[in-house]
């Protein structure tokens, strides 16, 4: 197993207090066992986790500070510099080509460039960025709201979920290159914290953060914030996306939900 995933999953292992233990220990149960009947009561025990906490959040905010509080750049997580050929080309144009498409079911398809997404109703917000690794990092975000977003492209009322494509390959193998991917559910995707950030502590947004779009959640861990966002599709299910689990740190053992 890659030393960083096992530090990842040791971390989790160490989170199974309170409301969401249950379903953080069963993400590392499920791996190892092959009985259909575990996993079913596995995956029960992860979905109930996540309304309790849907029931304790509400519409909480997550916590905000001040610009006093911070202290360091914000720290890289996951992949830094990826090396796909097309997100190379619209790096060395400074993402002057760059697009963010948004199908699947919605009325109104779009294909924003930079500057569209930029003359929208901006939202900076202070916040910490809670990494499964086990640090911390407080960063002022700027960006577009996704409501925002989304509300152009009229999503259709099956819409369920939002899926969030990549640029960045992170798996390299005999069948295939995986690029990133990740999926949020509507009350996270409609929360006036989740935005789509272009900006980093009074700056653009850095290659090693995620430019030139990345999703912030911010009541959720890092993982679920997906760097270098290519495409949004609106689906009903994530059944038919990787192994169906909902993302790609969550195909391989992670919870999908992942409330702080």
């Given at each position: 197993m890659p030393r960083e995933l096992l530090q990842r999953r040791n971390f989790l292992r160490g989170l199974t207090a309170g409301a969401g233990g249950i379903a953080l220990a069963g993400c590392d149960l499920l791996d190892d066992t092959s009985d259909s009947r575990v996993r079913r009561v596995l995956a029960s025990a992860n979905d109930l986790s996540y309304r309790v906490q849907r029931l304790l959040q509400g519409d909480a905010l997550a916590p905000e500070?001040?610009?006093?509080?911070?202290?360091?750049?914000?720290?890289?997580?996951?992949?830094?510099?990826?090396?796909?050929?097309?997100?190379?080309a619209l790096a060395a144009g400074d993402f002057a080509d760059y697009r963010l498409e948004v199908s699947?079911?919605?009325?109104?398809?779009?294909s924003l460039s930079r500057e569209q997404l930029q003359?929208?109703?901006a939202r900076?917000?202070?916040?910490?960025?809670?990494?499964?690794?086990?640090?911390?990092?407080?960063?002022?975000w700027t960006g577009v709201p996704l409501s925002t977003v989304l509300a152009m492209a009229r999503p259709k009322s099956q819409v369920r979920f939002v899926l969030l494509r990549c640029f960045d390959t992170i798996e390299r193998g005999l069948s295939g290159n995986v690029?990133?991917?990740e999926t949020i559910d509507m009350v996270d995707a409609l929360h006036p914290q989740t935005i789509l950030a272009y900006g980093l502590n009074q700056g653009p947004l850095p290659i090693e953060n995620g430019a030139p779009l990345?999703?912030?959640?911010?009541?959720?861990?890092?993982?679920?914030?997906?760097?270098?966002?290519?495409?949004?599709?609106?689906?009903?299910?994530?059944?038919?996306?990787?192994?169906?689990?909902?993302?790609?740190w969550e195909d391989r053992g992670y919870d999908w939900y992942a409330g702080i």
């Open positions: 500070f001040t610009r006093a509080d911070i202290r360091q750049p914000q720290r890289p997580n996951g992949v830094a510099h990826p090396q796909d050929e097309d997100y190379l699947g079911l919605v009325e109104t398809p779009l003359a929208m109703p900076t917000q202070i916040t910490r960025h809670d990494c499964v690794e086990g640090w911390s990092c407080i960063a002022e690029k990133y991917y990345r999703l912030r959640v911010e009541r959720q861990l890092g993982y679920k914030m997906a760097k270098y966002v290519r495409a949004i599709e609106l689906v009903s299910t994530f059944a038919d996306v990787g192994d169906g689990r909902g993302g790609y």
